[in-house]
């Protein structure tokens, strides 16, 4: 049994016990989270349940596990001939989540 959610502008494949990371969600580690975007459910008989876009009533909840930051994006800008040099850094803000049911 698995899912596709839609979460953070991503489409991630769900089954549960898995962990995913998704963009930042506002909510205390430890507490409980449903996803209401499920695009795509594969039921326990087998059978295959789409949306259009999204699948009436079915969620996904998972338990955040902790906040964290991807790994550092270095964006260098140089204009040739002008001795101009310009370095910037960006750490995206993450979300750890564990899966814990689909119902639907």
Known sequence: MFAIVQAGG??????????IVVDRI?????????????LLIEQADGAVVTGAPF???ATVTGVIEKQ?????IRVFK?????HFK???????QQTRVKVTAING
Do not use: I, L, N, W
């Not at 991503?10 to 962990?19: C, D, F, L, N, S």
């Open 55 to 57: 699948v009436k009533g």
């Open 26 to 38: 506002d909510a205390e580690p430890g507490s409980e989270y449903t996803f209401d975007r499920v």
């Open 86 to 92: 310009k370095a910037q850094g960006h750490r995206t």
């Open 78 to 82: 140089t204009k040739r001939r002008k």
């Open 10 to 19: 991503r489409q991630e494949k769900v089954v549960p016990g898995t962990v």
């Open 68 to 72: 964290t930051q991807a790994k550092k």
